[in-house]
DNA sequence: AGAGATTGTAAGGATAGTTCACTAACAAAT
DNA sequence: ATTTGTTAGTGAACTATCCTTACAATCTCT
């Protein structure tokens, strides 16, 4: 609690940490005392502020004196990693081509890249976050990710035994979720994250918490119905319903994924952005009812993503549901730009090693 | 913890109950004094497994020894109360007429039937759990209920001054999806109620807690635009869009309500409830994958819901979700029956009493 | 009959919080 | 210059909630 208030908060006195979470001052002094050994806080002289009475002396987190590795798999091509400081600043970038390595051949070329970045790192090193695509459980094992061939896999296991560091995996959406809740000012009272890239997935945060589902497969809503038979005529600009990869057809993937969206660009269709943003207000209405969501923040190529197609979304959204939802709701784009999974895989570092959110 | 486990496995020995909690023998024989001092376990006499060693003393839930007081505010013409035992057996009703009684006589109202109940108890009273209409927050503040004229009334608190007992509140589907969670066997992991009655509201537990959304209005699904102009031509049973009492048009309610559902039997009109469910499908399936439900319960009348209406929003839900979250996920009716409310408030004492879901 | 397993309890200890009482350091009023 | 009231931080003692260790009671199996 302590460390949690000290990273949103910044520089707090001991005092005000008593406050804020409910503790007596001496609890928290005795807590400061230990962070202090460990080097995770230091003190920062005496507050300024001309109030009466003993002036407090601020404790701050060293978030500039402690790294983070965090690396993507989003992209089939290559892996992304870097290493951040705690405030989510990218102290280091590195690449690693990935094509075509799969299976084991992918968790070594993974490991590998993580020791770049140990390389890389510049202060001391709290862990690793992984961001995968596919599903993945609480513990860090990959049920499922076609693109790697991976099939229970025990990643997180697997790479805290080759690097000897904390290691948490999550998936990518979920991670892209998380860092838009600690870095992007996102309201863990609910928010949803879509991300739009080769898929469509999305990762959703309801009273503070992670939505995981029954089979951990929550926020896979790229293979939702989205274009109906009927709908050739009335939503012209979108055409027939185009079969999708998973078997189906009109998947809202089909017309909302990056490779769907280029293509309509380019062919010239004007209109078509925007009635793609109509069939994801239509999708997204029901979801944003049933969970009363805060904020819906698109995570994506933001030349496709933040024009007529955002303005259409969030139309579509109001004119389907009732004020009391609608006007709580905001539809937004990432504040993170491209790195949305990046920092979320840094904040999972931070939420299991600091019990930071 | 030893309380939950003595409530959903029955009578259990203490070294089982320290197995199942994680904790040790000494601190549950602890706990079990101390339980057994309050009157709410009983020691039940040895267990007739002949295995090696000890044979073990059963403690067991004095279930019928203790009793909850439940009031169900969703009808707008009387309250409906009952006295339960922790089995969720309902041993006493009591009914009052409530028309045209708003504000603080509708607090009234509900005191005096409460009062009725604490009469009818035959055993030690642990609490009242409340189902009431409209929006509630977790402190038993009912922010908006409009039908009982009610915004921002601390109904807990004003219950238990006038009844010097714990007072715990909830929304009506909210109760009724804890009751189907605690009495109807429905999976924590994922469930939702769609409650029909005079309107439609859905309450959600998503891995284990209750979603209350930001604006404490999580399930306020009947207001989903569910059927817009131009399906006019294309599901011919349902007719033009309606008016809603929101104001707007085409929402869910408007087809889904019994009022509206119970027209359209009358009317002959065989494949409205088919229609209706197809409908229900296509606003449920992206709650669905995005929550990777494995649980969709209806409550209210079965001869209209549990049908054509059921099988068509199941073959919708499973024509428009991929094969991962369909598999998961089950469409039934509730097995509560029209207790559903009353059985939830029930749950909300216990839950807010004893620490048991 | 003895060995081994299992249940439940007694005694004592570790941990994480509390309350109470104190000193230190300041602003504002006298 | 002094007093008064307020706030910050700490030491000591206490409390709740767990734990570990040790042991008696009672069973099954050989």
Redesign the interface.
């Known amino acids: 609690m302590v460390l949690q208030r000290l990273f949103h908060d910044g520089p707090t006195s001991r005092a005000d940490l008593a406050r804020a979470t409910g503790l007596t001052r001496v609890t928290v002094s005795d807590l400061v005392t230990a962070l202090l050994a460990e080097g995770l806080v230091a003190e920062l002289g005496p507050s300024q502020t001309g109030r009466v009475g003993k002036p407090a002396t601020l404790v701050g987190l060293r978030t500039r004196e402690h790294q983070v590795l965090a690396v993507d798999l989003t992209d089939d091509l290559a892996l992304h990693g870097a290493v951040l400081d705690l405030e989510g600043e990218i102290v280091a970038r590195r690449s690693a081509p990935s094509a075509g390595r799969t299976g084991d051949a992918a968790v070594d070329a993974v490991a590998d890249l993580c020791r770049e970045l140990v390389d890389a790192a510049t202060r001391p090193v709290l862990g690793v976050g992984v961001a995968s695509p596919g ?1 993945v459980d609480e513990q860090g094992v990959v049920l499922q990710a076609p693109n790697r061939g991976w099939v229970d896999l025990p990643l997180a296991a697997l790479l805290n035994a080759q690097l000897d560091l904390p290691v948490h995996v999550a998936n990518d959406a979920d991670a892209a979720c998380l860092g838009e809740l600690t870095y992007g000012g996102a ?1 863990g ?2 928010v ?1 994250v879509l991300t739009v890239g080769q898929g469509v997935g ?1 990762g ?1 945060v ?2 503070g ?1 992670l ?11 790229g ?3 989205a274009l109906d038979e ?1 709908d050739e005529t ?1 939503d012209a600009p979108l055409g027939r319903p185009q079969r999708c990869a ?1 078997g ?1 057809t009109g ?1 809202l993937e089909t017309v909302l994924a990056v490779p769907a969206l280029r293509r309509r660009v380019a062919e010239g269709d004007a209109d078509a952005l925007a009635a793609v943003g109509r069939r994801l207000g239509i ?5 944003v ?6 904020e819906v923040v698109l995570s994506g190529p933001p030349e496709l993503l933040d024009g007529p197609l955002r303005l259409a979304a969030r139309a579509t959204l109001r ?4 004020p ?2 609608s006007d ?1 709701l905001q539809l937004r784009m990432t504040a993170l730009g491209e790195d949305g999974a990046l920092r979320g895989a840094a904040v999972l570092v931070l939420s299991g090693q600091l019990g930071v959110t």
Chains 1, 2 share one sequence.
């Open positions: 599903v309201d009272a609910g949803l999305a959703i309801v009273d918490a939505v995981r589902g029954t089979g951990h497969a929550a926020g896979e809503i293979h939702v119905t009927r009335d998973c189906r998947c999708v997204l209405a029901p979801v009812s049933a969970l009363n969501l805060a004119s389907r549901t009732m009391v939802i709580a």
